[in-house]
């Protein structure tokens, strides 16, 4: 694969990614509207048990397909390539039918256990899904084994709008239109979640066939090298493919996993604390608004630094221990620097997001903290990702166990003391143990130093100058901004903000020389612009 089609394929999976993540988060705004804090809590139950088993069902495996496809096509053995994915997607329907099998008739245990028996029919509704998207992520791994990116990116984008149309459009007609109640409302709005797998799965099926007849017209079926291989049997198949996906599993299990500690122990950790309706609002404060926020800084960063961990692993198997200090260094550096900006606005403008976006205005402390903790859930994960690259899944694992039994022990201990609190709390606990436990493997490996302890001063000192002309912009905005109605005024103040907190930050870091030449080079294009310009204007000026 040429270097220009690998940056393609990159751009179009980061792409694609940014679209699915920001269509899945702005689903639950409309949402809130109609459900409010106490069905999105419900919603919440039946989400986070979904994305629990769908991991469990489809982790690292498209990876692991995806490696095993690519080496085979390279080698033209076009043949074991097709027998490795007819084993992935024998597997995916065995494990798509156990899954909503277990999902299904566990759903009132489960809710009863939870403290929400309303939430049985959002799971119950939202299961169905798991009989598609096992089969969809085989697929998307096959296909990202031959190097055809873009039926990946469209399914993604297509899964997203069409469970944001569904869950919309079946939650009012259930809720206005038919008048069945909040509970069925709110199962209707997790049926999206089915929806949007079918529409992903007719992309990825109709590309497949595309794919697969253009194999035929080049004559690549017949392309196998019988003289150097025999065909594995599906035992020898699966056997690779699960050491190659188990560790990927456990280590995308984290953040769901805590989400789903969350919403199983919130109401049983609070229910002596205050009425069981009252619990139920604040889940789905944490669940509505705070995650749906919590989740936006973490976007750009990963798929800033995605394009560089491949280098770091290809620089490793070279044994060339300066190339992988050097690329480490700079995945992680991107990470913050794109990440941190975005994490101060929301932090800054969360009174005016949460009154433009939902209703009423409760939660905003709890949105403040968690989104705060995403810094660490940022540095967390790209230095997680550069682990696997050197292939230190062992470490990993032990290292993201060690993270759940932190969240774990942080919830029994500070969610009677804090309440709400102590679960986010425990979440940043959690990513703040893993980054240091990452941080430290990788300074023995390689040596790296994200920043030296100058820049680490000038990104403080300039975050906190941020912070003090946000918190004021936000008063005074408050106070002054009043000429439109609420939600306009809102909007306004968080755009100011915004625009503030952006052209602030790119002026400090240039001034303080956190940023260097080398940052500048990996951001895109605009933004080299601007902060070369801020830089032509005021550093030079004073010298």
Same mark, same amino acid.
């Given at each position: 694969?040429?270097?220009?089609?690998?940056?393609?394929?990159?751009?179009?999976?980061?792409?694609?990614?940014?679209?699915?993540?920001?269509?899945?988060?702005?689903?639950?705004?409309?949402?809130?509207?109609?459900?409010?804090?106490?069905?999105?809590?419900?919603?919440?139950?039946?989400?986070?048990?979904?994305?629990?088993?769908?991991?469990?069902?489809?982790?690292?495996?498209?990876?692991?397909?995806?490696?095993?496809?690519?080496?085979?096509?390279?080698?033209?053995?076009?043949?074991?390539?097709?027998?490795?994915?007819?084993?992935?997607?024998?597997?995916?329907?065995?494990?798509?039918?156990?899954?909503?099998?277990?999902?299904?008739?566990?759903?009132?245990?489960?809710?009863?256990?939870?403290?929400?028996?309303?939430?049985?029919?959002?799971?119950?509704?939202?299961?169905?899904?798991?009989?598609?998207?096992?089969?969809?992520?085989?697929?998307?791994?096959?296909?990202?084994?031959?190097?055809?990116?873009?039926?990946?990116?469209?399914?993604?984008?297509?899964?997203?709008?069409?469970?944001?149309?569904?869950?919309? +459009?079946?939650?009012?007609? %259930?809720?206005?239109? #038919?008048?069945?109640? &909040? $509970?069925?409302? =709110? @199962?209707? /709005?997790?049926?999206?979640?089915?929806?949007?797998?079918?529409?992903?799965?007719?992309?990825?099926?109709?590309?497949?066939?595309?794919?697969?007849?253009?194999?035929?017209?080049?004559?690549?079926?017949?392309?196998?090298?019988?003289?150097?291989?025999?065909?594995?049997?599906?035992?020898?198949?699966?056997?690779?493919?699960?050491?190659?996906?188990?560790?990927?599993?456990?280590?995308?299990?984290?953040?769901?996993?805590?989400?789903?500690?969350?919403?199983?122990?919130?109401?049983?950790?609070?229910?002596?604390?205050?009425?069981?309706?009252?619990?139920?609002?604040?889940?789905?404060?944490?669940?509505?608004?705070?995650?749906?926020?919590? +989740?936006?800084?973490?976007? %750009?960063?990963?798929? #800033?630094?995605?394009? &560089? $961990?491949?280098? =770091? @692993?290809? /620089?490793?198997?070279?044994?060339?221990?300066?190339?992988?200090?050097?690329?480490?260094?700079?995945?992680?550096?991107?990470?913050?620097?794109?990440?941190?900006?975005?994490?101060?606005?929301?932090?800054?403008?969360?009174?005016?997001?949460?009154?433009?976006?939902?209703?009423?205005?409760?939660?905003?402390?709890?949105?403040?903290?968690?989104?705060?903790?995403?810094?660490?859930?940022?540095?967390?994960?790209?230095?997680?990702?550069?682990?696997?690259?050197?292939?230190?899944?062992?470490?990993?694992?032990?290292?993201?166990?060690?993270?759940?039994?932190?969240?774990?022990?942080?919830?029994?201990?500070?969610?009677?003391?804090?309440?709400?609190?102590?679960?986010?709390?425990?979440?940043?606990?959690?990513?703040?143990?893993?980054?240091?436990?990452?941080?430290?493997?990788?300074?023995?490996?390689?040596?790296?130093?994200?920043?030296?302890?100058?820049?680490?001063?000038?990104?403080?000192?300039?975050?906190?100058?941020?912070?003090?002309?946000?918190?004021?912009?936000?008063?005074?905005?408050?106070?002054?901004?009043?000429?439109?109605?609420?939600?306009?005024?809102?909007?306004?103040?968080?755009?100011?903000?915004?625009?503030?907190?952006?052209?602030?930050?790119?002026?400090?870091?240039?001034?303080?020389?956190?940023?260097?030449?080398?940052?500048?080079?990996?951001?895109?294009?605009?933004?080299?612009?601007?902060?070369?310009?801020?830089?032509?204007?005021?550093?030079?000026?004073?010298?």
């Amino acid at each position: 694969m040429s270097k220009d089609s690998l940056i393609k394929g990159t751009i179009i999976l980061a792409v694609a990614a940014l679209v699915a993540r920001v269509l899945g988060i702005v689903q639950r705004v409309p949402l809130q509207h109609m459900l409010h804090d106490d069905g999105m809590g419900t919603f919440g139950i039946a989400y986070n048990i979904y994305s629990i088993m769908l991991i469990v069902a489809t982790a690292g495996i498209p990876s692991a397909i995806s490696k095993l496809v690519s080496e085979r096509v390279e080698l033209g053995r076009m043949e074991e390539a097709n027998r490795i994915y007819r084993a992935a997607i024998y597997f995916a329907i065995i494990a798509g039918v156990i899954m909503t099998a277990v999902v299904y008739f566990s759903a009132s245990s489960y809710a009863a256990f939870a403290k929400d028996e309303n939430a049985a029919l959002s799971i119950r509704a939202l299961a169905p899904a798991l009989l598609f998207f096992p089969v969809i992520a085989m697929m998307r791994g096959y296909f990202q084994g031959r190097r055809s990116m873009m039926a990946n990116g469209i399914s993604q984008i297509v899964e997203q709008v069409a469970r944001l149309i569904a869950a919309i +459009g079946l939650t009012y007609l %259930l809720l206005y239109q #038919l008048d069945w109640g &909040i $509970v069925w409302a =709110v @199962a209707g /709005a997790s049926f999206g979640g089915v929806t949007g797998s079918l529409g992903a799965l007719a992309i990825m099926i109709y590309a497949y066939i595309k794919l697969r007849r253009s194999d035929v017209k080049l004559g690549l079926i017949q392309k196998t090298s019988k003289n150097t291989t025999t065909l594995h049997s599906y035992k020898q198949i699966y056997k690779q493919i699960f050491m190659i996906s188990v560790p990927i599993v456990l280590y995308s299990i984290l953040v769901p996993m805590i989400y789903f500690i969350d919403s199983t122990f919130f109401k049983r950790m609070l229910v002596d604390q205050m009425s069981s309706s009252a619990a139920q609002h604040l889940l789905g404060v944490l669940t509505a608004r705070a995650q749906s926020l919590a +989740g936006i800084p973490i976007i %750009l960063a990963i798929a #800033l630094s995605q394009s &560089i $961990v491949p280098i =770091v @692993a290809s /620089a490793f198997a070279r044994n060339d221990m300066e190339q992988v200090r050097a690329q480490a260094t700079k995945a992680l550096r991107i990470s913050v620097l794109s990440g941190l900006p975005i994490i101060l606005f929301i932090v800054l403008a969360a009174q005016s997001l949460n009154e433009m976006l939902f209703v009423g205005n409760n939660g905003t402390g709890v949105i403040v903290a968690l989104t705060a903790s995403t810094f660490f859930q940022i540095l967390m994960q790209t230095s997680g990702a550069i682990l696997m690259g050197l292939g230190r899944m062992r470490v990993l694992i032990i290292h993201v166990s060690i993270g759940i039994i932190c969240k774990i022990a942080g919830v029994f201990l500070l969610a009677d003391w804090l309440g709400i609190y102590g679960f986010v709390a425990s979440t940043g606990i959690c990513f703040a143990v893993m980054t240091f436990l990452n941080l430290r493997v990788l300074r023995k490996l390689t040596g790296l130093r994200i920043f030296t302890l100058r820049n680490w001063e000038g990104l403080a000192l300039s975050s906190a100058l941020i912070c003090l002309s946000g918190i004021l912009l936000q008063n005074y905005g408050v106070q002054y901004i009043n000429w439109f109605p609420t939600r306009v005024n809102h909007f306004i103040i968080a755009a100011l903000i915004g625009l503030v907190v952006i052209g602030l930050y790119f002026l400090f870091l240039t001034i303080t020389r956190v940023v260097t030449k080398d940052d500048i080079a990996a951001f895109p294009a605009p933004l080299r612009k601007l902060i070369r310009r801020v830089e032509t204007r005021f550093v030079r000026n004073e010298q």
